[in-house]
């Protein structure tokens, strides 16, 4: 990038030494010239002596300035007067020829609109034909535009060539706004090449003198499309002239595509020029036009942050519900997405660049959209609606502007199957959202949705879970322990035949357990999923209930070890006296069972958490090989929550 500029400036600066050559060129042609015609001269006067009447003549007239010797003429300056003779004016300049009665009706000649230095230096080269330039800039201009009202084309030409050796490109407009002004045409001519050959390094403050006149035609002479240009610089005056001249084409006109793919409103906008856009506007320009990828100019305002653009153009009545080709994002969803370091990428470099407005602002771009009828329920391609897309992006300020709206619905699924809600608790840290400390967080996104009416049992018809369901297969115990803290059903089952708390168990989900255990959640509930085959005996084909502990697997099991947990050696064993047991101890033994009906009473482990018994009526089932014992043996020292839970072996058959 670096080397491609340093080219650039290079040529540049071959493209000004060019012109400079051509210049001095031009130069000697002139003294070739001058040369010539001064030979010719003195070869027809035979004489050039300082006795021939010629020289006399010029002598004496030199002599003359501000003498009152044949003074007919008081020269006024805004200082002082110098003494003037009408003949010698009369010979210098057809404006004050003999038929002009300027100088015949009048003894004065008023010269106090110039400089003193100027004027004296105007009439003096009038007397004598020398003129030493100033060194400044501004007393050359007002003497070349002095020398083209009076006609002294030879003075104007000495004033022209001063100029145009201090152009550059800085200078040019200027310079080219006085030769445009004083027909300096070997200047204006000049001052063009340096304008086309640095017309990038050219900004709008360069152009902030120029007359609207002239900079349109400047405009109209650089390019096609002079009404860009005239956007780009400011100049709401070059506006309004092309809109005279092309009223009969508008506002197809407006509408127009520039080389960089720029319509003249976007240009209005990005340079947040009220005036101009307005004006565009009312002459029925396009609010809604869309690039090839569909975005429109709301789109296009949205992503490079432009709060400006984008609440001009959702006030002047824009749609605020197109959608972008590819991604069927609207508006909403890119003011619910966005992000101010993706902005900065889209800000057109073609154009002045502006800063992205900060975040905030675009809460009032969300709240103008939905007043102005934006659809909040809209859909992207992934199904996603502008809520499911302020919570993907944490940006809290939209999502609550979205909340307040009346019309939206909030259980729209996206093409994942997510609900805001569910989108909401993926997010949810289980290092904050803990049993202890969920209380602290209502006004997290997930409050705030089931506050606002979200259902936190929203069903998944393919599966038949709820939300509980789902947090306890992902094992996101934070957003489960918080859908029991905000009312979720605990015991439905899915399309498995589990409640939660079997998936919980079986994950090895502890405070998630615990949690449902406290708040009222089933243990004796029993899945439709077929017993695990025994090591020792063939599983019966009849499938076998399981309860949650039988869901345990063996990690879970490993936090027996915690102080909570019951040792092994408190396992009770099954008593061998029948008259103390439960009521079922007298109960036929089955015949396949390996203990005495006396062996058969309760077997439990008392004092669980939420004071529940759990019972395993396995009677009307398959029966268990006598290794199922030792399994549930095994299981009594489980989680914190299932480690209390009293097992009653009244109802097993073994065999």
Not at 434 to 448: E, H, L, M, V
Request: charged share 15%.
């Amino acid at each position: 990038m670096a080397a491609s500029s340093g080219s650039s400036e290079v040529a540049k600066l071959q493209q000004h030494l060019d012109l400079l050559r051509d210049q001095y060129v031009k130069l000697q042609q002139k003294h070739a010239e001058l040369e010539q015609k001064y030979t010719r001269a003195i070869a027809a006067s035979g004489n050039a002596g300082s006795d021939h009447f010629v020289s006399r003549l010029l002598k004496v007239v030199s002599d003359l300035f501000d003498k009152p010797l044949y003074s007919d003429l008081t020269i006024m300056l805004s200082d002082r007067t110098l003494c003037g003779h009408k003949f010698i004016l009369v010979a210098r300049s057809r404006h004050w020829s003999t038929n002009d009665e300027t100088l015949s009706s009048t003894s004065q000649l008023d010269l106090s609109n110039m400089t003193p230095f100027v004027a004296v230096g105007l009439v003096r080269w009038v007397y004598t034909d020398v003129m030493v330039l100033p060194t400044d800039q501004d007393a050359v201009i007002e003497l070349l535009a002095a020398s083209n009202r009076y006609q002294l084309t030879p003075l104007k030409e000495k004033c022209e060539q001063s100029l145009i050796s201090t152009v550059n490109v800085r200078n040019c407009i200027k310079l080219y706004q006085t030769s445009e002004e004083h027909a300096a045409e070997s200047l204006k001519t000049y001052c063009l090449q340096i304008i086309s050959s640095h017309w990038n390094n050219l900004n709008t403050r360069d152009f902030a003198d120029l007359s609207a006149p002239l900079l349109y035609d400047m405009f109209k002479a650089r390019t096609e499309y002079p009404l860009h240009l005239a956007i780009q610089h400011l100049r709401e005056d070059v506006v309004f002239l092309f809109l005279i001249e092309y009223n009969s084409q508008l506002p197809h006109r407006l509408n127009e595509c520039d080389n960089e793919g720029n319509i003249p409103l976007n240009l209005a906008l990005l340079n947040r020029h009220d005036g101009i856009a307005t004006t565009l506007v009312s002459h029925k320009c396009d609010l809604d036009s869309v690039d090839a990828e569909g975005n429109s100019l709301l789109h296009l305002a949205i992503l490079r942050g432009d709060s400006f653009a984008a609440l001009f153009l959702i006030k002047n009545g824009c749609n605020t519900t197109l959608s972008r080709h590819s991604t069927h994002e609207t508006p909403l969803h890119l003011v619910s997405s966005y992000n101010p370091s993706r902005a900065l990428a889209n800000v057109s470099t073609a154009s002045v660049s502006k800063a992205p407005w900060p975040s905030d602002s675009m809460v009032h771009i969300a709240s103008q959209l939905l007043e102005f009828k934006a659809d909040p329920n809209a859909r992207d391609c992934d199904g996603c609606t502008a809520l499911h897309r302020a919570i993907q992006c944490g940006n809290a300020e939209v999502f609550n502007v979205l909340l307040s709206n009346d019309s939206l619905d909030l259980d729209l699924c996206n093409n994942a199957g997510d609900s805001a809600l569910w989108l909401a608790l993926s997010k949810l840290d289980s290092a904050y959202f803990t049993s202890d400390d969920i209380t602290q967080y209502n006004n997290s996104f997930p409050a705030k949705l089931i506050t606002r009416g979200a259902n936190p049992d929203a069903l998944d018809s393919r599966t038949g879970n709820i939300l509980l369901h789902r947090a306890a297969l992902e094992s996101n115990e934070a957003a489960a322990i918080f859908l029991v803290h905000r009312g979720a059903q605990l015991n439905p089952k899915n399309g498995e035949g589990e409640a939660p708390i079997h998936i919980a168990a079986r994950n090895g989900l502890h405070s998630l357990v615990e949690v449902l255990l406290q708040h009222g959640a089933d243990p004796n509930q029993q899945t439709s999923l077929r017993a695990p085959p025994s090591p020792v005996s063939p599983v019966p084909s009849a499938a076998a209930a399981a309860t949650p502990l039988a869901a345990v697997p063996e990690p879970f099991r490993k936090r027996s070890e915690s102080p909570r947990s019951l040792p092994p050696s408190s396992l009770p064993h099954p008593p061998h006296s029948s008259s103390s047991s439960h009521p079922s101890s007298n109960t036929t033994p089955s015949p396949h069972s390996p203990f005495s009906s006396s062996q058969q009473p309760a077997f439990g482990v008392g004092g669980g958490v939420g004071g529940g018994m759990m019972d395993f009526d396995l009677t009307s089932s398959s029966a268990m090989s006598s290794a199922a014992l030792g399994a549930l043996s095994a299981l009594s020292a489980t989680s914190q929550a299932l480690s209390g839970l009293q097992v009653n072996y009244s109802h097993f058959a073994f065999t």
